[in-house]
């Protein structure tokens, strides 16, 4: 059994493994999702990020490899797939319970569990995961190639929706964006963008409209009836539907196990890393403190905190030699 159990294989979990590391701690890393990566991998893996320090543009998805890549020599266990749904303290340290069956029986625990158990927000439409289990109905984009020449129906009013437009309708044959306001929630440039590409008449936009109806037979999308606020409805025609209203914040079982919260994110001691409870740390998307600020780059600062704090945790009697890495080395190499 590994000495620290990681919960959550986000960007900021996966760092965690290389921080515990190089404090000579393995770990054990639990997802509920089949795949490691978090939102990045999951929500965005093909979109460029900027604020990654010496990346001038890495993609979600190439993060999350060059993360595994720096977790490889400190040989992590993964458990994909399942819900840590119980975690309580023993004598020897703690225990977790996934939604599998399987136990864990670290010394110290992380919670790097982003917005929990974090999901789309999907709007209340008969028939929708029948679209989704046929492929037409999507909340993110893996491959922008398999949108090529198709007729699409975008709905959302926020960046995701207006990025997505943008990158889709350099291939798609044509794009309807619809949003239930008649203004954007997006970047200036972005909107700036999309009334340039409805001009060209490559997408046409329909505010305020909200989504009425998805039609075709077996899960196969011939078009998307749309509402006006004031009840005119019209179909139109479409191939697949996108949407984007945003993720679902749902801490889902990590809100009964007793710990500080702040409305959906857990209170930590950002000196320490720690939750309310002794032994059990909490890093990135899922820590509330004063100024936190919810970007990546954040969450690996307290989650290189987060595992000094567990190396103390574990070691009372013995104070951290601390070392750069640049002295340390990896393993294999030291
Ligand atoms: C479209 C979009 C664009 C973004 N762009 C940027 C950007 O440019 N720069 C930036 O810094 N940030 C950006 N972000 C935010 C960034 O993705 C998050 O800050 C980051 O993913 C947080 O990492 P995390 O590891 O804390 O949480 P997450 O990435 O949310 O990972 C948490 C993981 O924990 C798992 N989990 C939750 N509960 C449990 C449980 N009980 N048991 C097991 N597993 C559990 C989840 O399945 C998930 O995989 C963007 C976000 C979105 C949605």
Redesign the pocket.
Known sequence: MADVAI????????FGVFACGMVGLSCDV????PH?????R???PE?P????PAYPQIS?GALIDQLMAQAAPFQPTFHLG????ALSTTHAGFALT??TGATLTPRAVIV???????GPNRPPLADLETFEATGHVHY?VTDPAAFADQTLVIAGGG??AL?WTLTLAQNAKHIHLIHRRPRFRAAPESVKRLEALVQQGRVTLHTPYQLAALNGDNGNLTAVSIAHLEGETKALPADHLLLFFG?SMD????ATWGLDLAKHTLRINPATGETSTRGIFA????VHYAGKL??????FAEMSRAAHSVYDFLNPDQPLHFEYSTSRGLPGNR
Not at 30 to 33: E, F, P, S, T, W
Not at 36 to 40: M, S
Not at 82 to 85: A, D, G, L, P
């Open positions: 919960i959550g294989a986000g960007p900021v979990g996966l639990v997802d509920v999702l490691v990566g978090g939102q990045c999951a929500l965005y979109k990020i900027y604020d990654i979600g399942q819900q840590v749904t996934t939604s790097a569990a982003g917005c929990g158990a974090f993110h960046d995701s990025d993720l801490l889902g079982p990590i890093a990135g998307d899922i919810k970007l990546i780059l954040t969450g």
